[in-house]
């Protein structure tokens, strides 16, 4: 779970580092693209680079919160006060993304008539 939280801050710290003055509406659910990408670098160095399961994971938190949201969490996280919703929140995040949808792992096969 530290794991989680790391990459959640790093995400939001970077973002917020690399659009400077950038104006970022808050009631977005599209993070700027420095965020995602710093999200994804993150997560995908912390799971051994899996990348699906990583673009899953961002796209299920920007769908879950705003971009003000984050913002506001990445300031209770640092100061030690990471409310448990978005702990449980995370939790099923990663099970359900690290999980391979039925029939996605095996690629089907064409057979041609003979």
């Known amino acids: 779970m530290q794991s989680i939280r790391n990459t959640v801050i790093l995400f939001l710290c970077v973002g917020a580092i690399s659009c400077g003055s950038l104006m970022v509406d808050k ?12 999200f994804l670098s993150s997560c995908m160095s912390s799971s051994g680079g899996k990348q699906e399961a990583c673009s ?22 640092k100061s030690g006060q990471t409310p448990a919703e ?15 949808t039925i029939g996605a792992a095996v690629p089907s096969k064409s057979v041609q008539p003979q």
């Not at 009631?27 to 710093?38: E, G, I, L, R, V």
């Not at 899953?56 to 996280?77: I, P, R, S």
């Not at 978005?86 to 391979?100: H, L, N, V």
């Open 27 to 38: 009631n977005t659910h599209d993070y700027p693209q420095a965020s995602k990408d710093a």
């Open 56 to 77: 899953c994971m961002l796209a299920k938190v920007q769908e879950h919160y705003t971009y003000g949201e984050m913002a506001d969490l990445e300031q209770k996280m």
């Open 86 to 100: 978005f702990t449980e929140f995370m939790k099923q995040t990663t099970q359900s993304c690290a999980t391979p």
